[in-house]
């Protein structure tokens, strides 16, 4: 069946779902997006989800046109209309239609689009062996030119590191901040562990607030794991026990391999597969209700 896609209030099948080419969303990637999860009929921290795109929109003096309840309501009919139960939504808000010009003065309404599909951003056996990680030479944008916090359109920075790690044959790409702190993957947070507790590196460092690690760090408090929020350097990568990303589209996923140096023992580590089993459980029995 074709995929029924939510622009601006309306449903059309795929190949009719069309935005301008005069939205400087296409033209300048100023927009801002959301990737969420739904598992077994359950929208995974939705609201979470929500208060980020509002955060972005705020950053970006970008006027959401609709109510965060009609957002809410058409994230779940775009499921619904798609009959899934598992799956990834990903929701655009684009400055809109304008003209040729960058001020965004020149749009007077910003589109939404919600699509309800599926993703599978690495291989299932990435998921079993543990993941191939190489340091990018591209840095991650710094806070002063685009805050690393706004999930915009404006991917480039990303997608350049993802280019390395591509060419390197490398599952992921390891980013550094300016001054050559670990900052994040290319679409995904890290973690590692060292003697028993984890280390994570600080939003300030240069990272999007993941979801996914905000829940990590969520379920290290439960589980009586002590978490740090600290700067993190390569050192503290190669030297680690184990060594895992989070991320929506990635959901945990250890990493065994930084620079062709082996991490730990080489293999996805205890702490970690109980992280994923925790994690496993709480996608599949929290969230919000798709279909009541
Ligand atoms: N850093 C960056 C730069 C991201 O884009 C994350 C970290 C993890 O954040 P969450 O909130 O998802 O835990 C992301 C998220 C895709 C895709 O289509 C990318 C993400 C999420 C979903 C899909 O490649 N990135």
Redesign the pocket.
Known sequence: MDLQIYIDGDFYPEADAKISVFDHGFLYGDGIFE?IRFYNSRVFKLDE?LD?LWDSAKALLLTIPITREEMEAATLETIRKNGLRDG?I?LIVSRGKGNLGLSPDRCPKASVVIIAAT?Q?YPPEAYERGMTVITCGTRRVSAGALS?AV?SLN?LN?IMAKIEANLAQADEGLMLNEQGYVA??????LFIVKRGQLYTPPIYSG???????EAVLAIAAELGIPAHVQELTRYDLYTADEFFL?????EVIAAVKLDNRIIGDGTPGKLTQQIIARFRELTQSTGTAIYT
Not at 184 to 189: K, R, V
Not at 207 to 213: D, H
């Open positions: 990737g989800h980020r990834y990903r993703i951003l690393p999930k991917y990303n994040e993957c290319t679409g995904d947070n990272s999007l607030r993941g979801i996914t690690w989070t991320g929506t589209a990635a």
